[in-house]
């Protein structure tokens, strides 16, 4: 079963924030986020393998409530490159049967 | 080092007809994915592997086989195509990081 992902949509001026949210109705052993530009491949971004764990890459962060079954992708000081569509994958074991869902499409302006 | 490598990047198949989507990786990962991806419902799950000889369904497995009769190979098999398996299908690999191929794209006339 997809996890949930909301917004589906946001639309940001550039040095702006968000929040991309991501829930599963099972418990979840790893939460994976990437980014995928039109017409490219996926690429990673980060993996939280722990309930509570935090992890950081440049400005873009995220949590993993392990407990709520849910994770977020916080992108802080929007750049134009962090435009794309953001998925978030969820495992209920270690990388088995990784699910992604339905993907948050981010456009950051000028 | 090539990473994840899909063969082919585009076909054009006539309802009825077969064919093999070849995954390749040489990072010695045990597990191996392949997804399709339609607009507005993001990547699903056919079939994944978690090692040499090993294979599971996804979330969307009929019509599709797979095998992964090597660690570094996966390959994704239409039997009889049909234009509802029209897509972009990715494969992914997995080990401490995860990479995915550049994607094949598939019509299905």
């Known amino acids: 079963q997809q996890p949930v992902q909301s917004p589906q949509a946001v639309i940001l001026r550039e040095g702006e924030d968000a929040v991309i949210n991501c829930s599963s109705s099972?418990?979840?052993?790893?939460v994976h986020w990437y980014r995928q530009k039109h017409g490219e491949a996926p690429v990673f971004l980060m993996i939280?393998?722990?309930?509570?764990e935090q992890k950081g890459h440049d400005k873009i962060s995220a949590s993993f409530n392990e407990k709520k079954q849910q994770s977020s992708l916080y992108l802080t000081a929007s750049q134009l490159s962090y435009s794309g569509t953001y998925f978030c994958?969820?495992?209920?074991?270690?990388?088995?049967?990784?699910?992604f869902g339905t993907g948050t499409r981010l456009l950051v302006s000028p | 080092n090539a990473g994840v490598t899909q063969t082919p990047k585009f076909r054009v198949l006539k309802t009825g007809q077969s064919m093999t989507l070849l995954c390749a990786q040489d990072?010695?990962?045990?597990?191996m994915y392949w997804y399709r991806q339609d607009p507005g419902m993001g990547l699903r799950l056919i079939h994944y592997?978690?090692?040499?000889?090993?294979?599971a369904k996804g979330e969307v497995p009929d019509g599709y086989n797979v095998s992964r009769l090597k660690k570094q190979n996966f390959l994704l098999g239409l039997e009889s195509a049909a234009p509802s398996q029209t897509s972009v299908y990715f494969c992914?690999?997995?080990?401490?990081?995860?990479?995915f191929g550049q994607g094949t794209r598939l019509t299905v006339v």
């Open positions: 939280l393998l722990k309930g509570g």
């Open positions: 099972k418990a979840l052993y790893s």
């Open positions: 994958g969820t495992a209920p074991t270690f990388f088995q049967k990784l699910v």
């Open positions: 990072m010695n990962h045990e597990y």
């Open positions: 992914a690999s997995l080990g401490t990081e995860a990479f």
């Open positions: 592997s978690v090692g040499e000889g090993t294979t």
